[in-house]
């Protein structure tokens, strides 16, 4: 199967320029990006002038969490979290997070997101509908369930070329035993694997840390060997100094999540003085129950903006640097390398931005604009693993929505009922 | 002309409940409200159950900005206005801010605004723009050039159902002699109209303000009788707490302008003690030059989530309540009594929302909801004065969007040029 995406402006991320030409997609690989290729395809899509560039990395997700989209607005975090949250998750049945997923993969494909790192229970059921949808996805072992034996051969049999992947992972510090972040922490030093996590998300979770081992979370799990084959964390709104200086030394990946860190009046994390210390950053939605869209161009806003404010400096956090946070930002610190930039021999995860929006018009910096005008509306194609899944604010994944909607719905009623 | 909205949900805010019924409409305005209403129309629309409510009010706006649109991101507040912006605003020739007002006006129409109260330069050619386009403008006065007769006998000639009004305004205190508040204040006391001006945006314009007349800007205003018939302000970052108590007594009311506050580095509003402190609130976009976007969902997100983060309290500043500041507040800070919610006799100035997005989905609180996940892609129709402008994605402003794009491209190369 051949696909050629004509006439396009392209944004290869190899490089900082966008070019003109067209892009050929055998499979699920790109084969060839050339001015006028003159290959018989299949199925050719006139691009228009429209700018083709790799699909945004989210790595930070709980897709599954939409039963809870506006279901909580606007309470104290605890109320939220332990009153309304929780009560519902017990009431998981088997087939839940399958049908939830799926409306959570709808909107990513709105939002040019062709990756998603999720941590949520039921893993197999994100598997089935990741797989079954066309999207491409790393799921996190965070659940206490989880047995040693089970996660080493789901990770052992990650490829790069696999819709679904596994990573190891903890919950947070203040959910965890130090039983368990140590055993752990034994496994990835066995098979050399990164381990992610929430840490520094709130000033009462560094606080109970502290209380608990007279360290902050970040050193504590760093000196327990929890990082040593790399990793990261969501969130990082508190670091120290000297926790800075550990993540560097140890290739911590920082993942941020701005909107949801707002809305539950968690912080805002300090990204420009972690560019500047040299980490790595990428950007994650979090869950629609904290956020509550999933939606990676309100989030490379926010992560520009708050720097400038914060920092009183309107010249702070270039746009074009946060444009990289959310694409190869979120493709290094998951390893993603075969599908973080547009090549020929890489995976075909592209998406295309009209540039026929008016909020992309007139053309002066596109680069910077699709951060700072940027909105799912301007997403006009989403393409994963060489299948376009979206295109013209039309779905192709193999079902009918309404279907979807109608389930997701089912399960979200009977939760709250 | 009769149009049928058939199948909906309605949220008329005429109080707050979400209702089930069609909207009649008949000409320009809203005939009836009803369920099942049987009357024969030119034209039905089936709203499948999706959201029907008022348009929002983008109180602040420099519509024809979007020419430096991604011109001068990332640069320091000083360097950008003096050395980007001015220089290129000198060049404007005669039919310039027609062509880039309809760019705006097609952006405005993507994010469900369907009113603008817009200060700019060649306030004839925002006139044309808008009616031809078929939008809802108030054009404020901010011009020294402005003659007091002109702008009394064009401020007389309002009309609500007019497409096009007019307000009296200073710019701002910092770019006006005193000489200019006064004519404008005795203008406003002989014909009692308000007066809107920029105030409270940075520090360095209130402390220049303290320096040139020991006090600060509001304060002065209000003391030389600038709000004595009513009006309000842009931005309202920095006010004291003496100032907020006069902005109460006077009905000043407050703009507010997040997206353009955090970009420029300006400072965060405190809406909330705003609004605890009973001042109505209207939302506005600002310009493209220092937004990007001429979006009110991201400001809505903003309004609220940046009160939750500032004030530590996830609790702070209700969703609903932003909906409302981004319909009937700027209704009420205008004076729009004409268009400010859904029944019979208003002006049919109507938005549906696509609930079968899957950022609306499942079916929470969608009020709420709008709010915290609502994008430009939510937004299925633009309705103005009883005209469908905007359906499915597509344009229908009497000209081709291209043709649109091509002049505005035409003016900002001549004008970077």
């Known amino acids: 199967m051949k696909t050629l995406l004509k006439n396009a402006r392209i944004l290869t991320l190899v490089n900082d320029e966008i070019i003109e030409g067209d892009i050929l997609i055998t499979d699920n690989r790109i084969t060839k990006i050339e001015k006028n290729i003159k290959d018989k395809a299949d199925k050719v899509i006139d691009c228009e002038g429209n700018l083709l560039m790799p699909g945004f990395k989210n790595v930070h997700a709980h897709t599954a969490m939409i039963f809870a989209r506006s279901y ?90 696999n819709l679904v992947n596994y990573c190891l992972g903890i919950h947070a510090e203040y959910t965890t035993p130090i039983e368990r972040i140590r055993e752990i922490a034994a496994l990835s030093h066995k098979i050399k694997a990164p381990v992610f996590t929430h840490v520094g998300e709130t000033e009462s979770e560094v606080q109970g840390c502290v209380e608990r081992y007279g360290k902050t979370p970040l050193k504590l799990m760093i000196e327990e060997g929890l990082f040593d084959y790399g990793g990261g964390g969501f969130h990082c709104n508190y670091f120290t100094d000297e926790e800075i200086e550990l993540a560097k030394k140890h290739n911590f990946n920082i993942i941020t999540c701005p909107c949801s860190n707002l809305k539950l009046a968690s912080g805002i994390a300090p990204i420009a003085k972690y560019q500047k210390a040299g980490l790595n950053i990428g950007i994650g939605t979090d869950g629609a129950a904290s956020n509550n869209a999933l939606d990676m161009f309100r989030e490379m806003y926010l992560v520009s903006t708050l720097q400038k404010v914060t920092n009183k400096d309107a010249a702070c956090m270039d746009g074009y640097d946060v444009l990289k946070m959310a694409t190869l930002g979120g493709a290094t610190a998951l390893g993603l390398d075969e599908c973080d930039v547009l090549a020929p021999g890489k995976l075909a995860d ?31 194609m989403t393409m994963i693993n060489g299948k376009v899944l979206y295109y013209n604010k039309e779905f192709f994944v193999g079902e009918d929505v309404n279907e979807i909607y109608r389930k997701a719905q089912e399960v979200t009623d009977r939760l709250k009922g």
Do not use: C
Not at 109 to 116: E, N
């Open 72 to 161: 909580a607005d606007d309470l104290p975090l605890h109320e939220w979290l332990f009153d309304k949250i929780f009560p519902l998750e017990e009431k998981f049945i088997d087939g839940d997070i399958y049908h939830l997923t799926k409306v959570g993969i709808l909107e990513y494909l709105t939002s040019g997101i062709t990756f998603a790192f999720d941590m949520y229970f039921h893993t197999e059921e994100i598997k089935q509908a990741s797989e079954e949808m066309g999207f491409r996805t790393t799921i996190l072992f965070t659940s206490l369930n989880d047995k040693v034996d089970f996660m080493e051969k789901k990770v052992l049999s990650n490829r790069g070329d």
């Open 350 to 380: 592209i998406i295309m931005i009209d540039l026929k929006n008016p909020a992309m018009q007139p053309l002066n910096n596109i680069k910077k604009n699709i951060v700072y005008a940027g909105s799912k509306d301007i997403v006009k």
